[in-house]
């Protein structure tokens, strides 16, 4: 069955320091998602995105973040000056079409922000 | 604003019984809900869903219900199997412009052998 795929798997960083998670979507799929996961938490919703825009985004992705899908096949999750808080399990998601459908995840991007 | 609650945290349940999950919404214009079945440092991986117009969908060992007039869907995995052990949560879409899913907080079920 065809995948969505995250890299890296882990990533440490240094606060203030700006990270980029990394998605290859399913190749025919058309919407794609970032979620995230504190630990015991909730799976949370940051950001649908589509036909290169975004889409819809939560309270929690504001200015720090951004995405982009710069050639295609890749869609990137930015965080620009990374804080303690931003600790978290990322999951990026994708779709095929508008309606009823299920949403393929990735295996995520464990952050740790020291 | 919880939208999508899952009211057990922790579930325990016999191999061979049934282990039935619960989920509640507030939300009316949720149309589309789905089960995710999630291991420790892996993604969510789908189950079952169900649109609104349906009341039950099945497929295999697994049994969803809706019950749209009290907001309520709940899981029903017969037999339960030791693999089955994990964090299980629902999710709820509906249009908003982008079927976000909204998720609950998830349901760890533990199958015991």
């Known amino acids: 069955e065809p995948e969505v795929t995250q890299t890296p798997s882990h990533q440490v960083t240094q606060m203030g320091q700006e990270v980029i998670l990394r998605c290859v979507p399913i190749?025919?799929?058309?919407?794609f998602y970032w979620y995230r996961q504190i630990l015991g938490q909730k799976v949370e919703f940051l950001v649908s995105?589509?036909?290169?825009?975004?889409?819809?985004k939560s309270e929690i992705f504001d200015d720090q973040f951004s995405v982009e899908r710069p050639d295609g096949s890749n869609f990137t999750l930015k965080i620009r000056s990374t804080k303690l808080e931003d600790s978290a399990m990322y999951f990026c998601?994708?779709?095929?079409?508008?309606?009823?459908?299920?949403?393929?995840f990735g295996s995520g991007t464990q952050l740790s922000v020291l | 604003d919880q939208q999508v609650k899952q009211n057990s945290p922790s579930l325990s349940v016999q191999e061979g019984r049934i282990s039935i999950l619960n989920c509640d919404y507030t939300?009316?214009?949720?149309?589309?809900f789905l089960w995710y079945k999630k291991y420790p440092a892996e993604g969510p991986t789908f189950l079952i869903s169900?649109?609104?117009?349906?009341d039950k969908n099945e497929d295999g060992r697994f049994t969803v219900f809706l019950n749209k007039s009290a907001k309520h869907l709940s899981l029903h995995i017969v037999p339960s199997q030791p693999g089955d052990s994990a964090v299980y949560f629902c999710?709820?879409?509906?249009?908003?412009?982008?079927?976000?899913?909204?998720f609950g907080t998830g349901t760890r079920l533990k199958v015991l052998a």
């Open positions: 999710a709820a879409s509906g249009y908003s412009g982008t079927y976000k899913y909204i």
């Open positions: 998601a994708s779709k095929q079409g508008v309606g009823e459908e299920k949403l393929f």
């Open positions: 169900i649109s609104s117009i349906k």
């Open positions: 995105f589509y036909n290169n825009e975004i889409s819809e």
């Open positions: 190749s025919n799929h058309l919407y």
């Open positions: 939300n009316s214009m949720f149309d589309y």
